[in-house]
């Protein structure tokens, strides 16, 4: 499923740019900082004439690896085909990563004796869940799930990520499972004399 976005994360930015008759600006996408991507990737259509630019490689219609720079504009010089030249500066847009809410979780307090029900998380995004057993682990315990069943007692961490883009909240929901010992009445006999 395609995410579409006007001037943010992720997405294909369709804005109406300054056109010359030469060239043609059709889609700028940005780049994915959630899956380490750092570069755009420009689409144009260009009348017979030879395009250059000061960032990025040109292939054929598309200029990939583009680094925004300080000022987030690429230049693009059309040469037509009677040596006339024009110049076009294409604004990039800024593209600040979109990131799913930290899910929702109940911790659990349970007596000694009782199975441990799994933990269910709840997100208000369409975010999928990970499950850690430290906030600072890089490998989760159970991936893409909105359920998980926890080994012992003791805090788990869950975090939600977007699946398409990689994404995950900022924070994460700690969740307690903490066992109970069971405490019985003390009882005591006593002898009744008559």
């Avoid at 740019?17 to 260009?46: D, H, M, R, W």
């Avoid at 085909?81 to 294409?90: A, P, R």
Wanted: positive net charge; contains cysteine; hydrophobic residues 40%.
């Amino acid at each position: 499923m395609a995410i579409w976005y006007i001037c943010t994360y992720c997405a294909v930015y369709n804005c109406a740019f300054a056109q010359s008759n030469a060239i043609t600006v059709k889609t700028i996408v940005c780049p994915n900082p959630c899956k380490g991507e750092s570069t755009y990737l420009l689409v144009f259509e260009a009348t017979s004439g030879k395009v250059s630019t000061n960032r990025g490689t040109i292939r054929n219609d598309t200029i990939a690896g583009i680094l925004p720079e300080n000022d987030f504009k690429v230049t693009l010089t059309f040469t037509s085909v009677d040596s006339l030249v024009s110049t076009q500066i294409v604004p990039l847009p800024i593209c600040d990563p979109i990131l799913p809410l930290p899910p929702l979780v109940n911790s659990q307090s349970l007596c000694a004796g009782t199975s441990i029900t799994p933990f269910k998380a709840f997100t208000v995004d369409g975010a999928t869940v990970d499950w850690y057993d430290t906030p600072h682990s890089s490998i989760p315990l159970k991936s893409e799930t909105l359920q998980f069943i926890p080994p012992r007692a003791g805090t788990y961490y869950a975090r939600s990520r977007f699946t398409a883009t990689g994404c995950t909240s900022i924070a994460f929901t700690p969740v307690v499972v903490e066992i109970k010992r069971a405490v019985c009445p003390v009882m005591s006999i006593r002898k009744v004399s008559k």
